[in-house]
């Protein structure tokens, strides 16, 4: 085998092993990697009035405090003809929003360890 096939099924196993290791109990996991919004308090009203335009998927893959939500919803409704919504629906809709896909502490997954690292083929040894 190669070392360019190495590095390729490296890479493979290691993009592959985060899926091995998801835990069931997250909803909110399960949910996003379906694709799907969370079935909890408010999920209708998202569903109702935010999937006419997107997917349930641009939601799913988003984070944010209440404020990040907020100035997403003023942003498509300056610019993306999204009507009003009035305070209480607004509302509803920011509390699912902020309950099931709020502000993640990190976007990117941990470093691998140096040990897993392949070779550089391109650093020289001094």
Known sequence: MTNRMK???????TLALPMLFTTAGSAAQDSAAAGELIQAEGWQLVRDNCTECHSSQIIVQNSGNR???????????????LGELGPELEGS??????????????????????????????????
């Open 93 to 126: 809709i920011l509390d699912y929003l902020t309950s099931n896909y709020g502000q993640k502490t990190a976007s990117r997954r941990q470093a691998l360890p140096v040990h897993l690292m392949p070779s550089n083929p391109n650093l020289q040894a001094n």
């Open 7 to 13: 590095l390729i099924w490296l890479t493979l196993i």
């Open 67 to 81: 404020e990040v939500w907020r100035s997403r919803i003023e942003w498509m409704q300056s610019s993306q003809g």
